[in-house]
């Protein structure tokens, strides 16, 4: 069955960088365009982030425009977030999915991610 | 990017009816029928319920359904169990080729 899983997250500094990964397996990884949606912690979802099946095109939220970059890696079957000049407001439960239609029908179980001095 | 407009909290008895409004603008919900729905349990990832305004995933229970008129759409469950008691989400596609979220709604099953 379809399994996504997060790693990459930690404690890390304002200012500083981040990269996580999603290692999808149970489905054809470059069939499907993927995204990052993120949760602050006791707040809402927020959407982040979406590539296309083949990386060609990509989209983000205003909040992260410019600093954070998706990617892909469509032969180690691995979606990516580069998180660049992060901030306090960045911290939060990070989730990738995959999308089925413009619906995110399969999400992993989330990594954290804390920004603090 | 604005958030969708959820209620921040509904409630029902066991057994009733609930309906979740989901507000948004014609470069959102209005404009495409690319809206879905989520339902979170704490400490859970969120799990997909509706999609494309109407249409339930295989697994999901047919108590829950979809709807929309206009800039809004709805989440209704029926027969309302224990186990709805959640966070629910909607979401949609939208004119920039992004997505946007709800600020979420919690049910709570008196």
């Known amino acids: 069955q379809v399994q996504l899983v997060e790693s990459g997250g930690g404690v890390v500094q304002p200012g500083r960088s981040l990269r996580l990964s999603c290692a999808a397996s149970g489905f054809t990884f470059s069939s499907y365009g993927m995204h990052w949606v993120r949760q602050a912690p006791g707040k809402g979802l927020e959407w982040v982030a979406i590539i296309w099946y083949d990386g060609s095109k990509k989209y983000y939220a205003d909040s992260v425009k410019g600093r954070f970059t998706i990617s892909r890696d469509n032969s180690k079957n691995t979606l990516y977030l580069q998180m660049n000049s992060l901030r306090a407001e960045d911290t939060a439960v990070y989730y990738c999915?995959?999308?089925?239609?413009?619906?995110?029908?399969?999400w992993g179980q989330g990594t954290l991610v804390t920004v603090s001095s | 990017q604005s958030a969708l407009t959820q209620p921040a909290s509904v409630s029902g008895s066991p057994g009733q009816s609930i309906t979740i409004s989901c507000t948004g603008t014609?470069?959102?919900?209005?404009?495409?029928?690319?809206v879905s729905w989520y339902q979170q349990h704490p400490g859970k990832a969120p799990k997909l319920m509706i999609s494309?305004?109407?249409n339930r995933p295989s697994g999901v229970s047919n108590r829950f359904s979809g709807s929309k008129s206009g800039n809004t759409a709805s989440l209704t469950i029926s027969g309302l169990q224990a186990e709805d008691e959640a966070d629910y989400y909607c979401?949609?596609?939208?004119?920039?080729?992004?997505?946007?979220f709800g600020g979420g709604t919690k049910l709570t099953v008196l």
């Open positions: 979401s949609s596609y939208t004119s920039s080729s992004t997505w946007v």
């Open positions: 494309d305004v109407t």
């Open positions: 999915t995959r999308d089925v239609n413009w619906n995110l029908a399969y």
């Open positions: 014609s470069s959102d919900v209005g404009g495409y029928n690319y």
